[in-house]
Each structure stands twice: as C-alpha cells, then as structure tokens.
C-alpha cells in the first residue's frame, strides 16, 4: 500500500471504476469503454493501489463491490460529472447520442431537428437501435442518451434506471400487400382484421414492447400475431422479408412508404402507440434540456397527447403518463 494517498486521480481511472461498477462484469464494461479487457484491468488495479483500497471482490463466476467500491461509486459519479460540465462550459461537450429507432419514423426525427434549431451551438447525433427495449440497454450502459418508445412497455428492471417524458399518442395503421383485399379500404377497421395473422416484431429482442402491445391490441379480436420472421436489418431485407410472408404489418400513420404495399390507418377503435423521450435517471448535458424543450414544444404545438373519442390505449400506458404528470 502506498504511504500517502495519491494528489491526483486520472479521470480515466474513475471511467474504468465506474464502468465496471455499473455492468459487474469486466468484459461488458470494456466493451462499453471501447477498450480491451486487460488494459480495463489494468486500470482498475491502478486506481486500487493509488487509493490504498480493494474496490472489487473478484470470483471466476462474479464481480461485487467492497464497502470501499460502494463508498467510491457517488463521489466517482460527481467528479467525472464536474468534469464534462467544465468542458462544456467552454464548448467541449460531447455530443448528445438520441436514439430515433429507424430513419424513416417521424416522431423522434421532428423532435431532434427541433433540438438542434434550438440549441445550434451543441451536437445532437441519431442512433438507430430498432426499439426502445434495445435502446434501453444501451442507455443505462452509457452508450447511448436518449430514445423514443413505449416506456411502459419496458422490464421493470429498465425502467428503474430510466425516466421519460410522454411526447405523443401516435396512431397506429396497418401496411397491407396492395392486392390484399382490405387495401381497397381507405381506412380499416380492427373488426376486419378477425381472421389475420399481422406481423408485430415477435421474437425481436430488441422490439418486444411492440409486441406486447399488438397481443393487447388484438386480445379478444380473434386477431393473431405472426410468429417470429428472420431478423432483418436494414429497410430493404425488411421490404424483402415482408414481401415473402405476405403478412399484414402492424405499425403508425407515419410509417415510411414500401413497395408494393398500401399503408391504411386503423379504427373503431383507433389504437394509440405511445411514445415517450426516454433516458438515463440522472442524465447532465448541455444539449439535453434543448431535446426535453423540443419535445414539450411539438406536443404541445400538435396536439400530439390529444386522444380521440374512443381511442384505444393500454391501462398501464395510460397509468404511466399519469404517473409522470
């Protein structure tokens, strides 16, 4: 052990500490960190002999903390916090990583274009992870700010680490085949549905709020959810994947066009898709307030909370944008 305890503390020391702290697991936190493995622990080993403290118990099958790595969490978080504010005072901050889960849907994209007309001196960067439930864990890990999604629809255990602000009641629709014969409909009701087996992302782990939301939405309609479908990335293994199923797709009113398809909103009654801007309890940047302002601006400005007469939304949804309110 050292005889005085260090004058300084290399803030990357203090990242790695925190890294770990947070994931328990040495390999997911070097992933987190973009670094390899032995040079996290190397890091961690450093930190420990600088402070004259052993911060982790180490097994073959786990990772904990000590009362000293316990005890070093909170003043951790408040000195790396200290010193992103201090460079974003002078223009330094990094930028603000907003999760828009694909390129073609509206809501989040109208959200973050505001956020930059508001706040033009900070970066705002999207992301795309597909769903809010794998947007979620890449929030509480730190690698990504914010997204967009069905917050109640989330595992409790995520939700715990997050909070959210509700943005928008978006009305769903369903992309039928152009030669299916409910595309001749302008507008489809639930009922004519009965029968149909509608893709909803089923066994996409990174989409299973969706999911759950479409088993309420057509519980009790004689309405089926396709099963899972190979996983697709990219819009036109989508397009391509869609088209060999042939299935109708559950999605919003402002889904992006596809070929060979029609998109017709749903009624009677018209099912809601909420969406919240969701992120990490404790999030600090300079560039955050600018996306919660956008957001409140826009829902505001079109009536995005506004439900319809006879709107259909999940009890839970509706007890979660309560509970925030």
């Known amino acids: 052990m050292p005889a005085a305890h260090p004058a300084h503390l290399d803030p990357r020391l203090l990242r790695a500490f925190l890294a770990v702290a947070e994931e328990l697991h040495f390999t997911r936190a070097a992933a987190r960190l973009y670094i390899a493995q032995q040079a996290l622990s190397r890091d961690v080993r450093r930190l420990e002999r600088e402070l004259g403290a052993e911060l982790f118990v180490r097994t073959t099958r786990q990772v904990t903390l000590t009362g000293d790595g316990e005890r070093l969490v909170p003043y951790a978080r408040r000195a790396l916090q200290a010193q992103d504010d201090l460079l974003a005072a002078f223009g330094q901050a990094r930028p603000l990583l907003v999760d828009l889960n694909s390129p073609g849907l509206v809501t989040g994209r109208r959200v973050l274009h505001r956020a930059r007309e508001i706040a033009p001196e900070h970066e ?14 890449e929030i509480v890990a730190g690698r990504l700010d914010a997204s967009f999604g069905r917050f109640a629809g989330l595992d409790p255990a995520l939700r715990a680490g997050l909070d959210h602000q509700p943005v928008r009641y978006e009305p769903m629709a369903i992309l039928l085949p152009e030669d299916h014969p409910l595309a ?18 089923a066994g996409n782990p990174r989409t299973p709020e969706w999911t759950d939301l479409a088993h309420r ?18 819009d036109e293994e989508f397009q391509r994947i869609m088209a060999k199923m042939r299935n109708p797709v ?3 009113i402002d889904f992006p066009a596809m070929p060979g398809t029609v998109l017709r909103p749903l009624t009677d009654p018209v099912p809601l898709s909420p969406v919240s801007l969701v992120w990490r309890k404790g999030l600090a940047h300079p560039a955050f307030d600018a996306l919660r302002r956008a957001a409140a601006q826009l829902t505001a400005e079109e009536g995005w909370l506004a439900r319809p007469a006879g709107g259909w939304i999940p009890a839970m949804d509706l007890a979660a944008g309560s509970a925030h309110n």
């Not at 001749?184 to 909803?200: D, K, M, S």
């Not at 939405?217 to 990219?234: C, K, N, T």
């Open 250 to 252: 559950l999605a919003v």
């Open 217 to 234: 939405l057509f519980d009790g309609r004689g309405i089926g959810v396709a099963p899972p479908a190979p996983l697709a990335v990219g």
């Open 124 to 137: 705002l960067m999207a992301r795309y992870e597909s769903g809010l439930t794998g947007a979620a864990g």
């Open 184 to 201: 001749e409909l302008p507008e489809v009701p639930l009922a004519a549905l009965a029968g149909e087996t509608v893709y909803a992302g």
